[in-house]
C-alpha cells in the first residue's frame, strides 16, 4: 500500500446492528437499506452479512442488478421507482418492487408488458413535501393501482421528516391514519429513527437505514449509546511528519490555527480527496495511538495536521483513526457542520477498503 490511509468495514458489526433492528422491532418485516452503495460501505461487500433480512432497498437499478447477479432473490424494493417507463422491463426481468409516487408511473404502469403482476409501494407524502401522493390523492391512487392487471400487492408508504423528535411522528402518523381508512394494506413507514424510538410506526415493514452501519439517525451518537450498535466503518491512517512550533507560528493553508507557544504538531496522510470533510475546524476529534486529540488548521487535500501535545510517545508510523470505535463518525460529523450519513457516502474511490 503506498499510502497509508485506508478504510475497514466491519461485517460482524453489520450483522449485530441488523440484530438489534430486529430487537426494536421485532413483528416486523426489515428492508435493509443499501442506497449510495451501502452508505458508501460498498454493496458488493456488505450483502452478505446483512443477507438475513428481508428484503434489500435502494435507488438505482443497476444496484438492483448487482445484488441478484450476486445472488440475491429475495425482494428488493426501488424506493424512487422508476424514473422512465423503459425501466419496466428491468424491473419485470429481474422482479424488483417498485415505489409509485406519481400519475404518470401509474400511467406507465396500465401501458406496460408485463410477464408477471409487478408488486408496489404506494408512496404518500405525508408532510416532508419530497415525492408522493398528497393524503386526499391515496385513495384514488390506490384504485387506479388496484384495477391494473400488472399490479400485484400494494403496501402504503410513507417517511417521517422529524422522527429523531420524541413529537415528530404524531402529525404525519394522524395524516397517514386518516388517509389509508378503508384501505385492507400492509404499510411500511418507519425509517431507521421511528425505528429506534416510535414502536407505534413499525407495522408490516420498517426501513432501517443509517443504524445498520452503525450511526445515529439525529446525528448525535450519545442518543444510540445505549442501543449496542456497532460502528461498521473505520478510516484510519498514519502520522508520516511531525513538526515543532513556537509561538505564533501557522498551521496550513490560511494560517487558520496559529500555536500560542511551544507544540508538536503530526502531519497525518488523508485529506478531503480521501473523504475527510474539508470543512472540518480546528478541534476536529482524531485518535492517534489510542488517544484522542484534535484537528488543527484548516484540511488539505492529501493531508492533515494534528496535535500532539496529548500524545508525546507517537511518532511518524503512529496510527490515527479518523472515524471508528474510538472516534465516533457522528462527532467528526458534528463538529464539521454535517451528518455521519455524507461523511460515509463521501468516501473517495482511492481510499483502499479492507473488509473485517
Not at 113 to 123: R, W
Request: aromatic share 8%; glycine share 10%.
Amino acid at each position: 500500500m503506498s499510502r497509508p490511509v485506508r478504510a475497514s468495514v466491519n461485517r460482524q458489526a453489520l450483522r449485530h446492528n441488523l440484530s438489534v433492528v430486529r430487537q426494536a422491532a421485532p413483528q416486523s418485516h426489515v428492508w435493509s437499506v443499501v442506497k449510495a452503495n451501502a452508505y458508501g460501505h460498498g454493496i458488493a461487500r456488505v450483502w452478505q452479512a446483512l443477507e438475513s433480512t428481508d428484503g434489500f432497498a435502494l435507488l438505482n437499478l443497476e444496484e438492483a442488478i448487482l445484488l441478484r447477479e450476486q445472488g440475491w432473490k429475495k425482494p428488493i424494493l426501488l424506493l424512487e421507482g422508476f424514473f422512465h417507463a423503459d425501466d419496466l422491463k428491468l424491473i419485470d426481468r429481474y422482479r424488483l418492487t417498485t415505489s409509485v409516487h406519481s400519475n404518470w408511473q401509474i400511467k406507465a404502469l396500465a401501458t406496460a408488458q408485463l410477464s408477471a403482476p409487478v408488486d408496489v409501494y404506494l408512496k404518500m407524502n405525508s408532510g416532508m413535501n419530497r415525492l408522493g401522493f398528497r393524503p386526499e390523492q391515496v385513495h384514488n391512487a390506490w384504485q387506479k393501482l388496484r384495477a391494473l392487471p400488472g399490479v400485484g400487492e400494494i403496501t402504503l408508504m410513507a417517511h417521517f421528516a422529524d422522527a429523531d423528535n420524541p413529537e415528530g411522528v404524531a402529525g404525519p402518523l394522524q395524516r397517514i391514519e386518516q388517509a389509508a381508512e378503508g384501505l385492507n394494506c400492509p404499510r411500511s413507514l418507519a425509517n431507521s429513527a421511528a425505528t429506534l424510538w416510535h414502536p407505534l410506526t413499525h407495522y408490516d415493514w420498517v426501513r432501517p437505514g443509517i443504524v445498520l452501519y452503525g450511526a445515529s439517525p439525529s446525528g448525535r451518537w450519545q442518543d444510540i449509546a445505549g442501543t449496542g450498535l456497532q460502528p461498521a466503518m473505520t478510516l484510519s491512517s498514519e502520522i508520516i511528519g511531525v513538526q515543532q512550533l513556537t509561538a505564533g507560528d501557522g498551521v496550513g493553508y490560511g494560517y487558520r490555527y496559529r500555536a500560542s507557544g511551544a507544540q508538536r504538531i503530526g502531519i497525518v496522510a488523508c485529506g478531503y480527496a480521501d473523504g475527510y470533510p474539508r470543512h472540518a475546524p480546528t478541534g476536529t476529534p482524531v485518535s492517534v495511538g489510542g488517544v484522542r486529540t484534535r484537528t488543527l488548521g484548516t484540511v488539505s487535500m492529501d493531508m492533515m495536521m494534528i496535535d500532539l501535545e496529548p500524545c508525546p510517545q507517537a511518532g511518524i508510523g503512529t496510527a490515527v483513526e479518523l472515524w471508528g470505535n474510538d472516534v465516533k463518525i457522528d462527532d467528526v460529523a458534528a463538529a464539521a457542520g454535517t451528518v455521519g450519513y455524507e461523511l460515509m457516502c463521501a468516501l473517495a474511490p482511492r481510499v483502499p477498503v479492507e473488509v473485517i
